[in-house]
């Protein structure tokens, strides 16, 4: 058990967010972020442990999680931080035990199901079988019995907490070149609506509050794209996410992505001419990156 948890009763401040009384945080409980070695939930791990939560950090690569758990507690000494390296593609038999007796005994307040991947961008019949399957693995089943987990222990237990899945704007309409990426995107944030209906239902959405993040391209490991004046960095997510939570179930947590999925919903014929423009632009980015890599390699 982390020695921040035995100290809970010390530490019952409420974290208020927007002024909502609907989000509650226990200081010095423990927030779960998955896919937390890269990317968003590197920097929602960087964000959090700024505001005395104590971590568990889920990922595939050891090292890496090691890495960014040095750099928590370089930000915030006092927190605890628990790293745990599984490959969530594998089936669920296989990672759900150890996972669930690892966050037994602690105090959980916050999940954030970040972990996801996406395929190439590519025409949905010509996408390998393996990495499709793993898609659907990673960004819809691990969230879906994780939180189960999760909510029905809040719901046992009386507690209060906060769920944020990653969702996407390309969820918002069927994406071409993206088709499964962006199907499991759609998922998450239409299931997490779903789950908020039947928390109201139980009187609890005001005790247990989920919300759909969605941005649109971010620059992180996974997608390799650079920054642009559409495509912030990772650590922009976090803070823009947290100045709404409490508001609607789906955030578009960076302004410029919350237009596009407006415009998106608002006139879906337009995303097969606005993803062949992406394509283009990132395939020519690519291809001069590579060419740059291969000079810096001769040099």
């Known amino acids: ?7 809970k009763k010390k530490k019952k401040q409420i974290f208020v967010v927007n002024d909502k009384t609907c989000y509650f945080v226990l200081r010095g409980s423990t927030s779960i972020i998955t896919g937390s070695s890269d990317g968003i939930g590197e920097e929602f791990a960087y964000n959090y442990a700024k505001q005395d939560f104590n971590l568990v950090l889920i990922s595939r690569t050891q090292s890496k999680l090691e ?19 599984v490959d969530l ?19 959980i307040s916050t999940l954030i199901n970040n972990v996801g991947m996406a395929v190439d961008l590519e025409q949905f019949h010509l996408q390998p079988e393996s990495p499709t399957f793993k898609t659907l693995t990673l960004n819809v089943k691990v969230q879906l019995w994780l939180t189960k987990w999760v ?6 237990n009386d507690s209060k907490g906060t769920i944020l899945n990653l969702s996407s704007v390309s969820g918002c309409v069927g994406i071409p070149y993206l088709a499964v990426y962006s199907s499991t995107k759609g998922f998450t944030d239409t299931w997490s609506r779903s789950v908020v209906l039947e928390l109201k239902h139980l009187k609890k959405d005001k005790d247990i509050v989920i919300h759909s993040l969605q941005p649109f391209f971010v620059s992180t490991s996974m997608t390799k794209i650079p920054v642009l004046p559409t ?5 922009v997510i976090p803070t823009a996410c947290q100045r709404q939570i409490g ?40 291809k001069s990156h590579e060419k740059k890599k291969k000079k810096k390699k001769v040099n």
């Open 231 to 235: 495509v912030p960095h990772a650590k």
């Open 247 to 286: 508001t609607n179930v789906s955030l578009g947590p960076y302004w410029i992505h919350s237009l596009l999925g407006i415009f998106l919903r608002s006139f879906p014929s337009v995303s097969i001419p606005v993803m062949r423009i992406v394509m283009i632009i990132l395939t020519k980015w690519k």
């Open 151 to 156: 909510i029905k222990r809040w719901v046992k």
């Open 89 to 107: 593609t594998l089936p669920r038999s296989d990672v759900e035990e150890d996972i669930q007796s690892l966050l037994e005994p602690l105090t």
């Open 67 to 85: 890495r960014v758990a040095e750099k928590c507690k370089e930000i915030n000494p006092k927190i605890e931080t628990i790293v745990h390296s």
């Open 1 to 7: 058990m982390l020695e921040n948890e035995k100290k």
